[in-house]
């Protein structure tokens, strides 16, 4: 079974701070891992994936991640946080032989100018 | 480049209603989902659909009925509506399962209440 845990329901920065959202994962296989954003009243849209290979990935608007297997974490990076980086968060896993996504409870982000 | 399109955007149910939310893409893609979103809950699986005639349940499926007669259509349907189904619902498709390569995209959602 996989299971995803977020630490913090709620995450604020100051414009321009340092964005660190954590992600830790359960999984009985070697997983593929994920990062979703949901802007206010819209769907969730994908920030950046984790497959196979390098294990720092980069997505959109300048955030990465890095899956360390050996604590089984994905944590979501950003060097500055902006603005418009509001909104909330999903970490999710999925079996790589399977289409079923597992997702975490979510974190929103606020920044304060 | 309308994607996933989910109608209505709001409604409000009394306990015991029914409704159809209806789900539209245009990406000609197999694979179909429903999630319901809760707060602090994430994102839960409804039902889903890997084409046209198939349709299969998923971790919440109870009170929901789904079909899926055209590759673009996934309806959701509540027949007797309750307060535990207040949620935000949303659509889902992909090209294929494999998420490597596949992505879900996801429609802007619908937000029931059911009072």
């Given at each position: ?14 414009e ?26 819209q ?37 500055s ?14 079996d ?18 | 480049?309308a ?15 029914s ?12 694979y ?84």
């Amino acid at each position: 079974a996989q299971s995803v845990t977020q630490l913090g329901s709620h995450v604020s920065v100051s414009e321009g701070a340092l964005v660190l959202l954590r992600c830790n994962y359960s999984s009985s296989v070697p997983p593929y891992l994920f990062w979703y954003v949901q802007y206010p009243n819209q769907g969730l849209q994908l920030l950046l994936k984790y497959t196979t290979g390098a294990t720092l990935v980069k997505g959109i608007n300048g955030f990465e991640a890095e899956f360390k297997k050996s604590e089984t974490s994905f944590h979501l990076t950003k060097p500055s946080a902006h603005m418009s980086d509001a909104a909330e968060y999903f970490c999710a896993v999925s079996d790589p032989n399977t289409d079923k996504l597992i997702f975490g409870t979510g974190t929103r982000l606020q920044v304060f100018p | 480049n309308a994607g996933v399109t989910q109608t209505p955007k709001f409604r409000i149910l009394k306990i015991g209603q029914s409704m159809t939310l209806q789900c539209t893409q245009d990406m000609n893609h197999n694979y179909m989902y429903w999630y319901r979103q809760d707060p602090g809950m994430g994102l839960k699986l409804i039902y889903y659909s890997v084409g046209a005639g198939i349709t299969d349940k998923g971790e919440v499926p109870n009170g929901y009925n789904v079909s899926r007669s055209t590759t673009e259509d996934f309806p959701l349907r509540l027949e007797l509506a309750a307060p535990s189904q207040t949620s935000v619902y949303f659509c889902a498709s992909s090209y294929s399962r494999d998420r490597a390569y596949s992505p879900l995209h996801f429609g802007n959602g619908t937000r029931l209440t059911v009072t």
